[in-house]
């Protein structure tokens, strides 16, 4: 009686060491370092690597290694002032061609890193993070609305066959419609009054001039911004959900700011570029009647628009769009089949696949340009002021002979590297912005205050776990004992879970950890007291050893799975803290259940399976 079979407990040492493996990791700690990344423009190499060493050796900053990625280059440090030293160091040194953020490096081991163990993820209260404050453009919001109105005017206008002049931003604000004569003024003023119930349409007429203002009524004006922020907010979250970050915090701040809180980022600098970035997309025809260096020189021809290619040469579009990014449902990097170039496949909506089955139709065998336009905001310090610079990248990255009728899925090359492409379908895939967005202030919460709310919630940890082991020990004597080594056992997992997990550790998240203590013991609690109960009523040791495992058992079940119900709900329903609060209570009691049951039980039958026993010490 009370034998586990060997595969029983090469199971449990199976289950115990690989534990141990994943939550080993946390040991090592992390240390302060630099991120650098490159931008569109540049690369990361060894010149670069040598570049950083130079500047921080001159500065007389010493670091305790630089290792160089695929993608990014990271410097580690002894403390976070020579990590805050070093940072403006390098950025001078490198200028604004590269991003260099904060970040913190595991200092994990080879050997552990090379079975994929890794420490835990820790929030922003815990590790610290990224605090960005971001401003919507509102003014590239109404301007946006005001070409909506244009194109929308046009297509009025000419249906209603009113001849007009042109449709153009008025200096002074809303839309200047300029008509050839007076009675087509006239026809035009009656019907825009009658359909464009949204503007308000004034007389700007003289005597040669026959022309109205519309201007967009004031409270379509606060509901395209109202709309505009919304949409950005729901489009930061998707593009945060691509990052993979957990428990992020994203919430309006004021008419037009919004507020992202990135806790346990590991790559800071790609979310910082990819938050930062309002890419999108637009396809137009090529203008092959002119040639584009009579542009340079001179003016652009009417209808035509002069851009770059990325080798710098110029050329000219038609400024009809045929189709812009706000169609694109679905984008994903991979690599052209013919050239082995990156490339990014593009799905469209049912509207936008109908413009580009009727673009491409009429336009067979004209080449078709994909313009990749970028919004950035950029800081740089001009006579000891600090001055923020709005920058919009517009570049043409691809310029393709329209070979047949393209429908609802296409693709795109022309893309410099795969990591351009992922990050390319990453933004489309997440959606367009409703307005350009510009990172005002970014905030890296310091690991001091992190690390004061990690000790107060370690210490919290250990002096509850030490008040339960001495309880177990003096009340329960042996088996007190036991119960404290799957106690320690239980903690373990629910770190190497964690870690496992790569889920982030929140100050709620260890109050979580608390509380499983507290239940993980109460398993051992009804176990021990019922084989207490079986040896008053008069059972043999073994017999009420038995007993006491086997009769608590559903009494345990019961109230571990309503628990993980409640967790469950409370992770699906919940966000932020109490994501956080749910999911170490739920892989508490997930490993509570195993350590509680089946590795006391293994120790007791190993101290006591099998023997004569006169008498039990519990």
Known sequence: MNRYSSWKYIVIIFLIGLGLLFALPNIYGKDPSLQISAARSAEISELTEFQVSAALEEAAITHKGISLGISNLTIRFNDEETQLRAQSIVKESLGRNYVVALNLAPATPDWLIKFGAEPMSLGLDLRGGVHFLMEVDMEAAIEKAEDRYISDLRSFL?????????????????????????????????????????????????EDEFSLIAVIREEVLLETQRLALQQNITTLRKRVNELGVAEPVIQRQGLKRVVVQLPGVQDTARAKAILGATATLEF??????????????????????????????????????????????????????????????????????????????????????????????????????????????????NAAVIQEQLGKRFHITGLD???????????????????????????????????DNIDKGFDSVVIGFVLVLIFMAIYYKVFGLIADIALSLNLVLIIAMLSLLQATLTLPGIAGIV???????????????????????????????????????????????????????LFSFGTGPIQGFAVTLSLGIISSMFTAIMVSRGLVNLIYGGKNLNKLII
Do not use: C, W
């Not at 413009?355 to 919004?375: P, W």
């Not at 795969?418 to 690991?447: D, Q, W």
């Open 284 to 397: 137009r025809l090529v203008d092959e009647e002119h040639e584009p260096q009579e542009a340079v020189d001179g003016r652009p021809p009417a209808g035509s628009k002069l851009y770059y290619e990325r080798n710098g040469l110029p050329i000219l579009l038609k400024k009809q769009i045929m189709l812009t990014g706000d169609s694109i449902i679905n984008a994903a990097s991979g690599f052209d089949t013919l050239t082995g170039g990156p490339d990014v496949t593009i799905t469209l909506d049912g509207k936008g696949a109908k413009k580009m089955s009727r673009g491409t139709r009429d336009n067979v065998g004209k080449r078709l340009a994909v313009v990749f336009i970028e919004y950035k905001m950029e800081t740089i310090k001009q006579d000891g002021d600090i001055i923020k610079e709005k920058e919009i990248v517009e570049e043409v990255i």
């Open 158 to 206: 000419r249906e209603k066959k009113v001849r007009y002049k042109t449709i153009t931003h008025n200096k002074t604000g809303g839309l200047l419609i300029r008509f050839k004569d007076d009675t087509e003024y006239n026809k035009g003023q009656s019907l825009l009054a009658d359909n464009f119930d949204d503007l308000d349409v004034e007389s700007e007429s003289s």
């Open 417 to 451: 590297s795969s990591e351009e492409a992922k990050n390319l379908a990453l933004l489309l895939r997440a959606g367009a912005l409703a307005a350009p967005i510009y990172i005002i202030e970014e905030r890296t919460v310091g690991p001091s205050l992190g690390q």
């Open 515 to 569: 509380l499983t203590v507290g239940m993980a013991v109460d398993a051992n609690v009804l176990i021990f007291e019922r084989i207490r109960e079986e040896i008053r009523n008069g059972n043999t040791p073994q017999a009420s050893i038995h007993a006491g495992y086997e009769k608590a058992f559903s009494t345990i079940a019961d109230a571990n799975i309503t628990t993980l119900i409640a967790a469950l709900m």
